[in-house]
């Protein structure tokens, strides 16, 4: 296949472009409205010219290239993700797909790529990605969409994520559909490898990580960004450096290190918490090169059909329609099992210890929970805790300089 020319909506801070653009196709425009996400786009992209709002679908046509064959939509997860509002389509931001498809209505593209998180099936009966799909079949799409996991790349995040991928012509399969690897599953002791989890849950769930962190999220319900916790091998409990974080999604280190007199828009502060928000909602690189592999050198899917979807059913992790039948395809997240770092390995930096008061209430929460923790996971909070309490105690003598007694 010959190199695709992508306008990017919702483009964020380009981790999907980059993953494309390193399998050898080029980005020709971007759409996006975040101030500090387009002073990212501008400082690393610098030669592919910024559309600011997907809504202004007029000034965006005009904008696109005549050569633009595949349009490319990690459109917001806000909505939608489990550590949103889980709004759906009536949040105002997950919504916003539905501007894409008023795009490819006044401007068709032969190739659509979008990018959104697993519970975007599950939500409300999944009929947000019904609606979707559906619309992408009025407009002549065949489809084709699989869950991936991150993890499958060597790098020790578990973020899943779906692919949707709609062309007018060819076989969808052709992109999405090939390997499928099964990982080994193995519980490893919490002295041998790093373990990653969820310091603001701890009472209905964990976000636990054997060897890796969970899904790096860009916020929590309310905005605020939320770094999950590693507990060394060594029991420390530490959150990852920003560098690190962004490694972790396939970045360069200091992808997203601007400081707020390089911003080229108007906006608040590009301070740390909006470095967190930007990175946790990028679209990983290698997960991206992998599919740019795959639109460049296309083969043949060669697999089963599939088994029909009903209109009762719901949505599988991967499915399928051949331009009139929906399939179910059973496909694992895994299409390549790349070497996998180790989490302790992958660090380049040492973190910062959680702090007191972060600690103090993950404790408390788990110890009132019914949860089912790791053996020694509880008993290493606790010592981390207390181990925190006599370095803040030691650091306060020290301010206070020596005690003099009545003596002296």
Known sequence: MPQFDITAIFGGIGGLELGLEKAGHRTSLFCEADPDAVTVLRQRFPKVPVALDVRHTDELVERISRKSNLLTAGFPCTDLSQAGTTRGFSGGRSSLIRET???????????????????WRHLHGGEYLREVLGALEDLGYRWAYRTIDARAFGLPQRRLRIFLYATLKGDPRDVLFHGDVTPEQRTIPLDEAAHGFYWTEGTRGLGWGEDCVPTLKGGSAIGIPAPPAILMPTMAIVTPDLVDVERLQGLSA????FEERDSLVGGGRFNKRRRWMLVGNAVNVEVSGWIGKRLFDRKT??????????????WPAAAWFDGKVRRRVHLGTWPVNRKLKSLAGFLSKPGVPLSIRATAGFYKRINASRLSFKPGFVDAVGKHLRRMERLTGSEETKAKGPILTKAA
């Open 301 to 314: 899917f060669s697999g089963e059909p599939g088994e029909v979807l009903s209109a009762e059913d719901s």
């Open 254 to 257: 200091g992808w997203t290190d």
């Open 101 to 119: 498809i008023d795009l490819l209505r006044r401007r068709p593209f032969p190739n659509v790529l979008i990018e959104n998180v697993p519970n």
